[in-house]
């Protein structure tokens, strides 16, 4: 932990849901973005696992340090009913998809569907769907994402499997949901060095969910104080 974040007072907490298929590569993401290292030995998430990043914001006014919390959520289909215990209160969304696998990509808009699906039904939002939560998941609708401000990152992993570079593919729901998006190699351990292009594109998202989570918690307290 940066000496800068051990002297500070009390930290602000964002939390990021990572999601896609099973065998994408989430937890190998979640392992190189926070450990800065290649995860050799992974296996199947079963649940969810937390992993924390300290993250400094500078924007709107001096940096003040982050604690970054990455829930790398099991994306087995036999989970599915009971992952949305881990949906809710959350600030921002990576969708991951394998580079070497189409339906995974087309995929994200099912998993887009299913975080918003909960979201309603937590706040007490209408959302109507064919079938029950349990057995069927509609797909990202657009009108569903009106209102809500969480940014969303769409990580496409195997770069190093494809023949050629593809700055990720299109045809997916999630785009229209204005996602950014950036391709890396889980197996290089300097993807997400100083300067490179991922962990730029990466920074800004969290930059972009920490204002979110700032912007969304003044409205809150001036709600509160009656203005």
Known sequence: ??????????LDKVKILVLGDSG???????HL????????????????????????????GPSRSVFVELWDVGGSAAHQSARSIFYH????????HDLTNRKSHSNLSRWLGEVLSESKETTGS????????QSVVADYDPEQ?????FPILVVGTKQDLISSVREGRRGSGVDEAGADAVNVNC????QFSSGSPQEIILNSFFEKVQHC????????ICLGSGY
Not at 4 to 10: D, E, I, Q, Y
Not at 89 to 96: A, D, K
Not at 213 to 220: A, G, K, V
Request: with cysteine; proline share 4%; charged share 25%.
């Open 1 to 10: 932990v940066p000496e800068s974040v051990k002297m500070s007072g009390p």
């Open 24 to 30: 994408v590569g989430k937890s190998c993401l979640v």
């Open 33 to 60: 973005v926070c450990k800065g290292d290649v995860l050799r030995h992974g296996g199947w998430t079963v649940g969810c696992t937390v992993e924390v990043l300290p993250f400094e914001y500078k924007k709107k």
């Open 89 to 96: 209160s959350f600030h921002g969304l990576i969708l991951v």
């Open 126 to 133: 209408s959302f109507s769907q064919r079938g029950t939560k």
């Open 145 to 149: 994402f009106a209102g809500e401000s």
């Open 187 to 190: 197996m290089d351990r300097s």
């Open 213 to 220: 989570r700032i912007e969304s918690q003044s409205i809150i």
